[in-house]
């Protein structure tokens, strides 16, 4: 059967590629895997489909995981039919450097392990004939390469899909930093019109005419304009094509109706017709004098969580169903904002956000240690370089995407030592100039110069989980506003451990370094920092740190090692944590829901104990054993308390009802005698910071 699927895929790639048209396969099935230092290809390797990622080590909690080669090797047929045809080979991401071989020459090397890239492979395949494709990926530190460090895991491998493409001998490139070539640029949008402009990149021989034809369609595929122009390439066979459509009363892309048009670009030239297609957003943002972020001209409070591209049992080899249910999670929260933190982020989890309408902050993997020990920057030259590439894959890869409103720059840069202001100068002026009209921002953890680069900047806050009390966040931020009223100023995380199995008799914080994460606190800790938030904004934006929970190999604390337990979400997906319902209490309007708080806690100690709802509902009425308890009403914060309920020895059924819509929620609480337990020790310390935390409070 196999045998039969590849013959029918190669033949179908014959006839369209005989009728001149673009083509596309997935290579993702059918790699051989050596890892180390292999490199007779006749070695036997292990049968793997991409996406792979070879550290199941890094997610068992070995700190020490594998960062080295590892070896992906395929034969692969190319129709004779193909003569003539531009080939190419892309790939979704690497992790960190990858080499391509093909028929034992060496096609390219790529820097940079979360970003796409394509080399161009005619000139070393055999048409008609068996050509073998031998990649090298390499994840070990490298000083020269960013990210060099950082609290998540470098899992190496083909962890995202591989795309053999042909393509007419005049195309729509391929190569310009891993992008698709066409870039859509609304401009002077408002809600009664818009300039929608488009600029394809057309590869082909130096002084070809070439035929680009553009076509704009609203989203149910209705054609609303279209344009044909005549260039004449370069003598390197390039030229940069432009057009602009006017846009009377458009359908402005926002949370609530994230409406997507198209843009299609053709291409006649010598050897028949080159297409792309992308979808785009037509919207504008801003942030006002009053640091309120402003979408088609009205507030949108910001709703944020960070996210790391990281699953259990998976790591970073994420497929569309991954990323499907993550976006359908944070949809079900409330969420409409998403820091994709560390890294740029899958092309499909983008598209995804497009569609789901959730803003997204993106950024490089300049990232800092998260201490005042560790080293996120090296002045050197290749570093340098690899920061600039990166900042101009993302951008030209991402440009598209609607949901992309903030270019982030750095996270957790520190001064001391080797200073990273002017690469960040740089890195900025880059995003701003090439960056299709994005605000440029920032993760600070600390005060200086790197928090008043960027137009917006977010500070990472902790207080009440590495040192101090949540209640402390409140004076910070009412601190800085007061002491940089000028500083456009952001949230970038915040948050606290949580585990599932741990529960506690009273809300002590617990040692953030140590293996006791009790659930209530993460759920105490988001209670105060939301209250404080919601009472007074004062941020552009803020982010909640995580929305899962995510791999970091090096940890010791929480629950399970080698796991940071800050999520909301558990990191395989199938439990959400009281504070993710908190937060539906707040950010979710549109579904009713009732939820009991510590429902998790196997055992409760005496026979009354205060029993805790939330809701996004105004009443909740909450049955114990059957008996009414009695209404309670919403306190503003989805939240819902009945102290002293009547809990009896043993078995109790609890049930919530919301009385208008049904919405219930139950939940059995086993109580035994009361036992004493020792109270956990307070650690020291209060937390306060100014306005770039020079204090503990900001470290995860």
């Known amino acids: 059967m196999k045998k039969t699927i590849l013959a029918l895929t190669v033949c179908l790639l014959a006839i369209a590629a005989a009728r001149g048209q673009r083509l596309s396969v997935s290579l993702d099935r059918g790699w051989s895997y050596t890892p180390g230092w292999e490199t007779d290809l006749s070695a036997p390797g292990q049968p793997v489909n991409l996406p792979h990622t070879w550290n199941a080590d890094a997610l068992g909690g070995k700190p020490d995981y594998y960062r080295g080669l590892g070896g992906y090797l395929k034969a692969v047929e190319i129709p004779g039919k193909w003569q003539g045809r531009r080939l190419f080979l892309r790939f979704g991401g690497a992790n960190s450097v990858c080499d391509l071989y093909v028929n034992g020459k060496h096609v390219g090397r790529h820097a940079g392990g979360y970003s796409a890239f394509a080399w161009e492979i005619t000139r070393y395949v055999n048409f008609g004939g068996r050509n073998i494709f031998w990649v090298r990926v390499n994840n070990a530190p490298d000083l020269d390469l960013p990210p060099i460090a950082g609290d998540f895991n470098i899992y190496g491998g083909l962890y995202?899909?591989?795309?053999?493409?042909?393509?007419?001998a005049t195309h729509i490139a391929l190569d310009d930093h891993g992008s698709c070539g066409l870039y859509v640029t609304p401009t002077q949008v408002s809600a009664e019109a818009a300039d929608i402009n488009v600029l394809a990149d057309v590869r082909g021989s130096g002084g070809e005419i070439a035929v680009v034809a553009f076509i704009l369609r609203d989203g149910e595929g209705n054609t609303l304009d279209s344009l044909t122009r005549r260039v004449k390439l370069d003598e390197g066979g390039r030229s940069e094509v432009g057009a602009s459509f006017p846009l009377p009363q458009p359908r402005l892309w926002c949370p609530d109706d994230p409406y997507l048009y198209d843009m299609e670009?053709?291409?006649?030239?010598?050897?028949?017709?080159?297409?792309?297609?992308?979808?785009f957003g037509v919207r504008w943002f801003s942030v006002d004098d009053s640091n309120?972020?402003?979408?088609?001209?009205?507030?949108?409070r910001i709703q944020g969580v960070c996210r790391i591209e990281d699953w259990d049992g998976i790591g970073n080899a994420l497929r569309p169903r991954n990323h499907r249910r993550d976006v359908e999670l944070m949809k079900e929260m409330g969420v409409n904002a998403v820091r994709c933190a560390y890294f740029p982020n899958d092309p499909c989890f983008l598209d995804l956000c497009d569609r789901a309408g959730i803003l997204v902050w993106s950024e490089i993997p300049l990232v800092g240690a998260g201490h005042y020990r560790g080293?996120?920057?090296?002045?050197?030259?290749?570093?340098?370089?690899?920061?600039?590439?990166?900042?101009?894959?993302?951008?030209?890869?991402?440009?598209?995407?609607?949901?992309?409103?903030?270019?982030?720059?750095?996270?957790?840069?520190?001064?001391?030592?080797?200073?990273?202001?002017?690469?960040v100068r740089?890195?900025?002026?880059?995003?701003?100039?090439?960056?299709?009209?994005?605000?440029?921002?920032?993760?600070?953890?600390q005060d200086g110069d790197l928090n008043f680069v960027t137009d917006l900047i977010g500070f990472n806050q902790f207080m009440g989980w590495t040192s101090g009390q949540p209640e402390d966040f409140a004076?910070?931020?009412?601190?800085?506003?007061?002491?940089?009223?000028?500083?456009?100023?952001?949230?970038?995380?915040?948050?606290?451990?949580?585990?599932?199995?741990?529960?506690?008799?009273?809300?002590?914080?617990?040692?953030?370094?140590?293996?006791?994460?009790?659930?209530?606190?993460?759920?105490?800790?988001?209670?105060?920092?939301?209250?404080?938030?919601?009472?007074?904004?004062?941020?552009?934006?803020?982010?909640v740190w995580t929305m899962f929970d995510y791999g970091a190999a090096h940890r010791t604390d929480g629950a399970r090692p080698g796991v940071a337990d800050y999520g909301l979400v558990t990191f395989d997906r199938s439990v959400r944590k009281d504070a993710f319902y908190f937060y539906k209490a707040n950010w979710n309007t549109a579904e009713a829901f009732v939820h009991i708080a510590d429902k998790r806690r196997e055992v409760w100690n005496g026979p009354r104990g205060t029993l805790r709802v939330f809701s996004n509902q105004k009443d909740v009425e909450l049955f114990v054993n059957g008996v009414s308890q009695g209404l309670r009403t919403n306190d503003g914060l989805g939240r819902f308390v009945w102290e002293k309920a009547p809990l009896r020895q043993g078995e109790n059924t609890v049930e919530a009802v919301d009385p208008m819509t049904g919405a219930r929620d139950r939940a059995t609480i086993l109580v035994r005698e009361q036992v004493s337990l020792p109270e956990p020790s307070l650690p020291g310390g209060t937390g306060r910071g100014a306005a770039g935390n020079r204090s503990r409070s900001g470290n995860r």
């Not at 456009?488 to 506690?504: N, T």
């Open 160 to 168: 995202r899909g591989v795309e053999l493409i042909a393509t007419p």
């Open 265 to 279: 670009a053709r291409v006649s030239g010598s050897g028949g017709c080159d297409t792309v297609r992308q979808s």
């Open 292 to 300: 309120r972020f402003l979408l088609n001209g009205k507030p949108l």
């Open 375 to 423: 080293k996120g920057f090296n002045d050197s030259e290749t570093f340098w370089e690899n920061a600039r590439r990166q900042m101009r894959e993302m951008i030209c890869q991402q440009y598209n995407h609607p949901s992309v409103v903030w270019w982030g720059v750095f996270d957790q840069l520190t001064q001391r030592g080797d200073d990273p202001l002017a690469l």
């Open 426 to 445: 740089e890195l900025d002026k880059i995003a701003r100039e090439e960056g299709g009209g994005r605000l440029t921002t920032a993760a600070s953890n």
């Open 475 to 543: 004076g910070w931020a009412a601190d800085l506003r007061a002491g940089f009223p000028e500083l456009r100023s952001g949230v970038s995380e915040y948050g606290a451990g949580g585990s599932i199995y741990q529960w506690a008799d009273s809300l002590v914080r617990p040692d953030f370094a140590g293996a006791w994460h009790p659930e209530q606190w993460q759920t105490r800790f988001h209670e105060v920092y939301w209250a404080a938030i919601a009472a007074k904004p004062r941020f552009w934006g803020t982010f």
